[in-house]
């Protein structure tokens, strides 16, 4: 589905529970769910966390938390509802993300996608992102994670 009334937004304190019900359903399948609207409120309320929404209208379509450090950024979560996923809304999102960054200076994206997800491995890895490695059982102790890093640029000594 594409629309032509796409939006990205900054999320409020009101979004969390869509946004823990979207996490549910979108990224958590088959695990507990911990990205409760308790826990996504946390994020929205601590001021190194970015939470960008994805909104066709007044529905949101897609989300994104990242907490951002002075040199490293971490994408905690990343979903689009299936009928906007070939509409380019994760690429939107992941370049509303390195652009935010840029600005503040950070050198390094992380994130973790599922073993099992080709299909998102493949879309982080044409958005530039480069795998460096595995954890086991980090997904609820049930499936691995594959490491992933967007290297933006050199890091200084400073960091």
Request: proline letters at 3%; charged letters at 20%.
């Amino acid at each position: 589905m594409v629309s032509k009334n796409l939006t990205l937004k900054l999320a409020t304190a009101a979004d969390a529970g869509v946004i823990a019900v979207m996490a549910r359903d979108l990224v958590e399948q088959g695990l507990v769910w911990s990205w409760t609207p308790q826990r996504v409120a946390r994020h929205l309320g601590n001021r190194d966390t970015l939470t960008v929404l994805a909104c066709d209208g007044p529905t949101i379509v897609g989300f994104a938390i990242m907490y951002m450090g002075d040199q490293h950024a971490h994408l905690n979560l990343l979903a689009v509802r299936p009928a906007y996923r070939a509409a380019g809304v994760g690429p939107r999102l992941l370049e509303w993300l390195k652009t935010t960054c840029l600005t503040a200076g950070v050198a390094v994206i992380y994130c973790e996608i599922r073993v099992s997800n080709e299909l998102d491995r493949e879309g982080y890895t044409q958005f530039g992102f480069e795998e460096t490695g595995t954890v086991p059982r980090y997904y609820g102790g049930v499936e691995a994670a594959v490491c992933m890093a967007l290297r933006l640029r050199s890091e200084s000594a400073e960091g």
